[in-house]
Each structure stands twice: as structure tokens, then as C-alpha cells.
Nanobody
């Protein structure tokens, strides 16, 4: 079993920055990839960024150049550095972990971009 806990969300003004963290614990074997997703009110959950076990990364077009995904294997933690935040980035952000057996989700952390 794997447990994911996100943190780092909050209220930030447009143009500001936040760093989200996703701490993983449990049976962390055969990890294929991890990623960040978000869901705004009334919208479907969408991919934000992913990072594979080989450290290949991919981003949604809407966040390219502004967000950076990374991970610290020693701490079993994944990060999402978010810069130049826009009101349309407002959403609940979820981390996802994919293993050879199943997919795990965190509980989400709220990010609100507003003046």
C-alpha cells in the first residue's frame, strides 16, 4: 500500500509562486511515474506535469515555461514549482503515483490565485 500527502497549497496573488510537495510512503516498489493533476470547479481533472522513473518530464501546454516538476528520491518526495501563477491556475492539485500494479492518488491541496 502507498500513501501520498500533498502540501504547499494556499492563496497567492497573480504573478506569484508556490511550491507543492507530495510525500510518498509505504511500498514504493516498481514506480513507473509520478505526476501532478488539477481539477477546477465544474471542470474535469487534467494533467499538469509528469515525471518518469527515468526522470523524463512532460507538461501541459498551459503550464510550460512556468511550472517545474522534480523529485527527491532520498526523501520519497515529488515537487511542483509554480511560477508566474495566473487566476486560471486556481484548482485542487492532486499527486498521482503509478506502479506496475496500481495507481495511487493523494487527497489534494487547494491552490487559489487571486488578488
Amino acid at each position: 500500500q502507498v500513501h501520498l500527502v500533498e502540501s504547499g497549497g494556499g492563496l497567492v496573488q497573480p504573478g506569484g509562486s508556490l511550491r507543492l510537495s507530495c510525500a510518498a510512503s509505504g511500498s514504493l516498489f516498481s514506480i513507473i511515474a509520478m505526476g501532478w493533476y488539477r481539477q477546477a470547479p465544474g471542470k474535469q481533472r487534467e494533467l499538469v506535469a509528469t515525471i518518469t522513473s527515468g526522470d523524463s518530464t512532460d507538461y501541459a501546454d498551459s503550464v510550460k515555461g512556468r511550472f517545474t516538476i522534480s523529485r527527491d528520491n532520498a526523501k520519497n518526495t515529488m515537487y511542483l514549482q509554480m511560477n508566474s501563477l495566473k487566476p486560471e491556475d486556481t484548482a485542487v492539485y492532486y499527486c498521482k503515483l503509478v506502479t506496475a500494479r496500481r495507481v495511487y492518488w493523494g487527497q489534494g491541496t487547494q491552490v487559489t490565485v487571486s488578488s
